[in-house]
């Protein structure tokens, strides 16, 4: 039995000591036989909790930084009216801090043989699945001196997807996409490309385009036009090791590399190329392929959601391997990872032939604003020394970057604000260079 406050301010008014509460009935019936017999009337009263059903709807899945509702209705099968205070408890995670308090609680009314609904707002702050620990409920007789108090495990979970903000890029880079796909004036040529039709020649047209024997069955000199080859290969690799774990500003680099590869993966599949995400620290963490292009960003941003650093070093032969086993020969492979001296020096480089051999490989990595911030100090001694540790940082990542590029890979390297649309304009430059 649970007694309110009421109960103690009653016991106070009858001259009977609180103290005696809890440790002996038979002592508070000896002392004040009235309130007592009240007390166990109101508690007899008090509809059971045990004998309550509960049902939840609402949202199943929710991107961070939206809301979500919860339903949750509660049978009373009884022959008491439920007069009861709720509380709905879901992982501290899935609100905001001093939210809580006001979403997951509520006061609610079951006549008897009947049924009510209450809303739960959950505004998560995190990625990943948040699972309903358990309901519990204080049911109140009429007086409110006493109460049932029990607990109800009802399931619910709701996936929390990345926010994907760097959505806001893809009309632009889709523009840019047209243009080279053709469907306004600029059309361009090289290696990657496949004849799309003959038009009139225009002065500072390249004369290799022209077609002499289209030219010869007309009056004017016709010019061959072409676009970017669609139905490529691309495969999206994700680092989650341990130098993924790390936080540039607010937001770790696994997330910032996630944005990005939402990005690419929304214009590629836009442009007729097929993506595929392969996401590796000492095993695949999580996988897509084979989806169509109405399916692949619901994929990903679903195989995303659940996925953690790992505090592991990444095994570059591992992830090479797997890369060569789901990527087509010709794939572009997009590698997300750390411009670190010592994972590029060590993992990467001695297995980055076996790749670039088969693929056009692409290396993209967050950068750190706060470096940028500490190059440019000066007027201390303070400011001095954290703009020399700020330059010497911003050159090993510019002498790893090198030494990637004389491997034939392209690196982007970016903040994470700049990191998605920078990757999505290195994959539109391969395709208008003809080397996609």
Known sequence: MALTGR???????????????????????????????????????????????????????????????????????????LRAHLRDAWPPSSWTPGAEQAASRHRLR??????????????????????SERVTVRSYGPLGLAARQGNHH???????????????????????????????????????????SLRDYVPGDDTRSIDWRATARRTTVAV??????????????????????????????????MDAALLLSALASRAGDR????????????????????????????????????????????????????????????LLTSLDATPIEEGLLPVLPQLTRRHTVLVASVADPHVEQMTAKRGSAEGVYEAAAGTQAHIQRQRTAEQLQRHGVTVVDATPERLAPALADAYLALKAAGRL
């Not at 079951?110 to 699972?131: F, I, S």
Request: with cysteine.
């Open 224 to 257: 061959r036009t072409w676009r970017p080859e669609r139905d490529r290969h691309i495969l999206v690799v994700l680092d989650t090791g341990r130098t993924s774990a790390g936080r540039v500003g607010d937001v770790p680099r696994l997330d910032a590399s």
């Open 275 to 334: 993506v595929g995400l392969l996401a590796y620290d000492r095993r695949v963490r999580a996988q897509v392929q084979g989806r169509s292009a109405g399916d692949i960003l619901p994929a990903m941003v679903n195989a995303f959601a659940p996925l953690e650093p790992e505090l592991v070093e990444t095994d570059a032969r591992g992830l090479s391997a797997a890369a060569l086993q789901n990527a087509p020969r010709g794939s572009l492979v997009v």
């Open 110 to 131: 079951v006549p008897a043989g009947e049924r009510r609904q209450v809303t739960t707002v959950l505004t998560p702050t995190r990625r990943g699945d948040r699972q």
């Open 7 to 81: 109960t103690a301010l009653l016991a106070a008014l009858g001259s009977l000591p609180v103290g005696i509460l809890a440790p002996s009935w038979t002592g508070m019936l000896a002392v004040n036989a009235p309130l007592s017999l009240a007390i166990l009337c109101d508690y007899a009263l008090a509809a059971p909790v045990r004998t309550l059903r509960f049902t939840r709807s609402g949202d199943t899945s929710v991107r961070l930084g939206d809301v979500a509702q919860i339903e949750l209705t509660i049978t009373n099968p009884s022959s008491r009216p």
């Open 154 to 196: 009802v399931p619910w979970t709701v996936r929390v997807l990345p926010p994907f903000t760097s959505r806001k890029h893809l009309p632009s880079r889709l523009a840019r996409l047209r243009e080279l796909d053709g469907r306004t004036s600029t059309l361009i040529r090289g290696q990657g490309t496949e004849f799309d």
